[in-house]
């Protein structure tokens, strides 16, 4: 896992703040911390664990071109869409799914998150267009909290980073929790609330834009409706294997060991 955080419309941070965001944000991805910091309010900053292409040339915020890019997750399917757009002419210059994202996100913009299989939560930060884009992918598995007091912009993979970068104090959100207590760990995701009052979680599937003019807020992905047909139950079991021996061939693309757990459970 890595971190990411940033704003957009908020009081840049002291050098006191950094520092005390790269030391949190560290305990994410110990391999490196990068910062950007536009001229018209943007913030970005990333704690990376190295896992594909772990040279300094991967670092983030990732330039490409007009777009910045803080990344947390992976690009699954990147090497297929790599070859995809090296078809289409263009060049790579390194061998991360980072630059692979960036060059999706050029082409199709927004919708490039409908083309990625894999987990992120990510920000893109648009030079000439001035637009912050923050998405989740459609199962929310990697955290991504936020605020917005009708002003500036906050996001963090940390309640303790996004309370610094948004500049405001940690406080319990009682009924929230308890509603948690009450009803269990399901009632989580209810809800876009968190334990931390005033501080959203992006629910999985959505984006949000973020520009001088304010924030929009929507959802991207829905699951697919065409479910398809197999001509009967041999067919279906066949596909239902290649699908999870693809899915789990894809998931250990890795230039650093692997581990694996497994858990034996005997009823």
């Known amino acids: ?135 989740t992918d459609p199962f929310g598995e990697k955290p991504l909290f936020y605020t917005y007091n009708g002003q500036g912009f906050s996001f963090a993979s940390r309640f303790d980073v996004l309370a610094l970068v948004g500049g405001f104090s940690l406080k319990p959100d009682l009924i929230h929790l308890s509603n948690h207590l009450s009803n269990g760990y399901k009632s989580l995701f209810k809800s876009d609330r968190t334990f931390v009052d005033g501080v959203k979680r992006l629910p999985q599937g959505q984006l949000v834009e973020v520009t001088a003019k304010g924030v929009l807020i929507r959802k991207y992905w829905k699951p697919k409706t065409n479910v398809e047909k197999y001509s009967d139950h041999h067919e279906a079991v066949d596909q239902v294997r290649k699908g999870l021996i693809d899915s789990v061939r894809l998931r250990l693309r890795s230039d650093v060991p692997l581990a694996v757990s497994y858990t034996h459970l005997t009823l």
Not at 96 to 110: H, Q
């Open 1 to 135: 896992m890595c971190g990411i955080a940033g704003s957009y419309g908020g009081v840049p941070l002291s050098d006191i703040e950094l520092n005390k965001c790269e030391t949190l944000l560290k305990r994410r991805g110990p391999d490196g911390f990068g910062y950007f910091n536009s001229s018209d309010g943007c913030q970005l900053m990333h704690s990376r664990l190295a896992i594909i292409d772990i040279d300094d040339r991967s670092k983030q915020p990732f330039y490409y071109q007009n777009l910045v890019i803080v990344f947390n997750g992976e690009i699954y399917n990147y090497l297929e869409l790599r070859t995809e757009l090296q078809k289409e002419g263009i060049n790579f210059l390194t061998n991360s799914d980072t630059e692979v994202l960036a060059a999706c996100w050029k082409k199709w913009g927004c919708g490039a998150l409908d083309k990625f299989d894999g987990m992120w939560s990510l920000a893109v930060y648009d030079r000439d267009s001035k637009k912050l884009i923050v998405a």
